[in-house]
């Protein structure tokens, strides 16, 4: 049967008393145009199934038919596009608000559940040495071998018997391992006197209001929480290697001191630093900048300072002191604080305090070196001083503070003819910001390694990040407490040892050729990754140093070469950069040995170079530096590269901060501080 007698038949089935008037205005609309006499029309019923009739006019289509022609043409408008875009405007603002309530609904529903009606006990089976730990060590101390906690969960009674893992300090270093440690591997310990962790570089906006002080710290016991570790707040003072133990001090409720081991099998050092003196006199009277104490009293001086000059009693004189504000030290964190006490002056000042204030307020920043910033690119230098310049931030660059005394600051400047004045500058305020130094902790264990120990600004260590002197493998030391030693020379025999044995000759007697100092090449890259930068034309060297123009290389001109290499590399900076790449390659290493630990105790193998033999050294990627100079910021890149710029860069130095910052909590509290900040401007109250 056709199409076409199908149709017929169910519209005589229909019957012309099925039919509206709206599909007769239709039809008699559509009979009205000429058509084909074989012409075919397609019609669509309103369940999505086509027909196709004959338009003879004769027969009316039912009316659960659609009886518009399908076409490509739009509907005809019967309203103006103006109610149409009031229409869409209505709907998104309805659609808006309703999106917009679900979700405060749904944050209340969250919260409130949040609350607890009724107290929650259970029994709590707590070993009897955790309560009365046993005494021993060298000081017959007592040994926290088992904590309070060890029995709370069952996932923490699985970890009782895994290797002891304690890290003193929670800094980036610390808790970049925590957050890539695997946590069913290893019996985790923090050691610190601070319970939480800070976000050092925006500490600097913490100190003028820019961002809050809770912002920019994150609970240690949160961190931990993943590692299902433990936490003791107190102080590491000595560390006994032979017993591996870790001597701690806290003081009690009745301010008493008492101290007692902590055991470990493995344990990380990640004290940090603290600000280098240089020996001036008089720093009572300055303030420092490594902890969020240091941000809330400078703070509270800044504001202190600025309600003192309002009164009316206070001279002209004694006004430009207290609004003199000195800098000392022209690295990174005297630059941004420079900057953000000047944004506050140049923002929130004039609106909230006498106008009289801004124009007697001077900021100088005092710099030992030629140049601000200077281990940053020379151009990225020059940029910040024109910058302070504009700003009138007052540069004195080859400068040394003598003294600091209460009212002023006594320092020395090299003029450009050699010589050497001493000049004295009113303060009403002075940040003391000149570099890093070991904390006592360190000075200790240095002391106690002897000779393993030559260097007095940081504890030294091999490329795998274990303390040079102390047992292999059992304690590693990372961030600003460290230095990687690369002292590529010393290690020569060692070098030439695997090619001499391959040749039966003594490796001192050795000839090398150019495919055996190839092979030796290889082997200082692997040993000593930061090496790899020098080594990369291997012909160029050999030749250079092959002095007898022989075609091989003795004892004394590999020694030369190598040492040509040391010279050439620097220490690491003591950044948060590098204390986090350490962190993250301490957990990777940990986590390998925790895997093949079976496979090492099934064939009795607990001595020797386990590190190098299952891991690779440890090899520092520099990803740039940044520092904020005043609604500016400025990137240093590294190998030339550079660049600065004003609200773009600031927000693109905001975006690199707030990706690294450590949880979401504190992302979520610094996006609104910064909105805060715009909306209502700082906070210019002390507390």
Not at 148 to 153: F, K, Q
Not at 226 to 235: D, P, S, W
Not at 364 to 378: A, V
Not at 389 to 399: E, F, G, I, K, L
Request: glycine share 6%; charged share 25%.
């Amino acid at each position: 049967m056709s199409a076409i007698s199908l149709t017929r038949m169910r519209l005589e089935r229909a019957g012309p008393s099925m039919t509206m008037a709206s599909s007769r205005l239709a039809l008699s609309h559509i009979a009205a145009r000429q058509r084909q006499p074989a012409q075919l029309r397609t019609f669509t019923k309103l369940s999505g199934t086509r027909i196709t009739t004959v338009s003879n006019g004769g027969r009316r289509l039912p009316a659960n038919y659609f009886v518009r022609s399908i076409s490509g043409k739009p509907l005809p408008q019967r309203t103006s596009r103006f109610l149409n875009f009031c229409y869409r405007g209505a709907a998104w603002v309805g659609t808006s608000i309703t999106v917009f309530g679900i979700g405060v609904l749904a944050f209340f529903i969250y919260d409130a559940s949040t609350y607890k009606e009724h107290p929650s006990h259970s029994d709590i089976d707590v070993s009897c040495l955790a309560l009365q730990p046993r005494r021993g060590g060298v000081k017959n101390l007592p040994i926290a071998e088992v904590y309070i906690d060890d029995d709370d969960s069952k996932e923490k009674r699985q970890l009782k018997d895994k290797p002891r893992l304690v890290i003193l300090g929670g800094g980036w270093g610390g808790v970049a391992l925590l957050k890539e440690l695997n946590p069913d591997e290893y019996h985790v310990t923090v050691i610190s006197p601070a319970n939480y962790f800070l976000f050092t570089p925006m500490l600097p906006s913490a100190t003028v209001g820019t961002l809050e002080m809770r912002s920019l710290v994150e609970p240690i016991r949160r961190i931990l929480s993943r590692v299902r570790g433990h936490f003791i707040r107190a102080k590491a003072e000595d560390i006994d290697f032979t017993n591996k133990l870790v001597e701690v001090s806290q003081k009690d409720a009745q301010g008493n001191e008492t101290r007692f081991y902590v055991p470990y099998d493995k344990l990380v050092i990640a004290t940090g630093s603290v600000t280098n003196q240089h020996g001036v006199k008089g720093l009572e009277n300055a303030f420092f900048l490594k902890d969020i104490n240091d941000a809330r009293m400078i703070r509270n001086k800044i504001i202190q300072n600025l309600e003192l000059a309002c009164l009316p009693t206070t001279t002209d004189e004694e006004r430009k002191r207290l609004l003199s504000f000195v800098i000392s030290g022209g690295g990174p964190t005297g630059v941004e604080f420079a900057a953000e006490l000047f944004d506050l002056l140049n923002e929130d000042l004039t609106r909230h305090f006498p106008r009289l204030l801004r124009n007697e307020i001077s900021v100088h920043l005092i710099q030992s070196r030629s140049h601000i910033l200077n281990t940053y690119d020379e151009t990225v230098s020059k940029y910040t001083e024109d910058r302070f310049a504009r700003d009138q931030v007052n540069v004195m660059t080859n400068s040394r503070v003598k003294e600091v005394l209460p009212d002023k600051i006594v320092f020395t400047q090299k003029q450009d003819d050699g010589t050497v004045i001493t000049k004295e500058l009113p303060i009403g305020f002075c940040l003391w910001s000149t570099g890093v130094a070991q904390t006592k902790l360190a000075k200790t264990i240095s002391e106690k390694l002897g000779d393993f120990q030559t260097n007095r600004h940081a504890l030294e260590t091999d490329t795998h990040l274990r303390l040079n002197g102390a047992p292999l493998g059992d304690v590693y030391a990372i961030g600003d407490c460290s230095t990687v030693q690369n002292n590529v020379a010393d290690h020569i025999v060692t070098f030439l040892r695997s090619v001499a044995w391959k040749r039966g000759q003594d490796p001192e007697t050795l000839q090398l050729h150019f495919s055996d100092w190839r092979d030796v090449a290889g082997d200082v890259k692997k040993r000593f990754p930061q090496s790899v930068a020098h080594l990369k034309r291997l012909d160029k060297l050999f030749n250079e140093f092959d002095k007898d123009q022989s075609g091989t290389l003795d004892f004394g001109e590999l020694r030369e070469l190598l040492n040509q290499i040391d010279s050439k590399l620097t220490s690491l900076p003591a950044t948060a950069q590098r204390a986090h790449q350490q962190g993250q390659y301490l957990a990777r290493k940990f986590n390998k040995l925790a895997r093949i630990s079976e496979g090492l105790r099934v064939n009795d193998i607990y001595n020797g170079d386990v590190d190098a033999t299952v891991y690779k050294a440890f090899e520092y990627r520099h990803l740039g530096s940044l520092a904020y100079i005043g609604n500016s910021a400025v990137f240093d890149l590294g190998d030339g590269y550079s660049f600065s710029g004003g609200l773009w860069a600031v927000y693109a130095w905001r975006s690199v901060y707030f990706a690294q910052s450590v949880s979401f909590r504190t992302r979520s509290l610094m996006a609104m501080d910064w909105a805060k900040r715009g909306l209502f401007g700082r906070d210019l109250m002390s507390f």
